[in-house]
């Protein structure tokens, strides 16, 4: 994910939304493909039936490739601080979508933590706010 992260800062300005992300994912690949290969992770894939390919085909377009290509798109058009208050939010979103969609069932712990993280989002919002230069 570092390298990820690096290669999308280095190719993300002037560089169309797509190419960015076929960049950085393909970057990815590359660095973890001797990793799978060498922990057995292509045992599996000649018992793969047609519906688990489609699956995966699926899981590659539309919330990866869509989701990320979105994502690049709105990183280009939206300040640096805001960006990184709505990318630590991420974690928040994934679990109350769990908890309402898949009943998912939230501890003491990941409660307190989604209020540990809110708080801590309300806080660097404000402050960014407080920061930014007036422009009227």
């Known amino acids: 994910y570092a390298g990820f992260t690096l290669t999308s800062r280095h190719t993300s300005t ?10 950085c994912f393909f970057t990815a690949a590359l660095i973890l493909l001797p990793v799978v290969a060498l922990s057995g992770g292509f045992d599996g894939l000649q018992s793969l039936g047609i519906s688990q390919w ?5 899981i590659g377009v539309v919330p990866t490739c869509l989701g990320y290509v979105s ?8 300040p640096a601080t805001l960006s990184s208050i709505i990318v630590t939010l991420e974690p928040l979103f994934v679990a109350m979508l ?3 969609i898949l009943g998912e069932e ?3 712990i990941g409660i307190a933590g989604a209020l540990i993280l809110t708080a801590a989002v309300i806080v660097a919002s404000r402050s960014s706010a407080g920061s930014r230069p007036d422009t009227a």
């Open 14 to 23: 002037g560089t169309p939304v797509f190419t960015t992300a076929f960049i």
């Open 54 to 58: 489609l699956m995966v085909a699926y």
């Open 71 to 78: 994502f690049f798109s709105g990183m280009k058009t939206t």
């Open 98 to 100: 769990a908890w309402v």
């Open 106 to 108: 939230l501890g003491v």
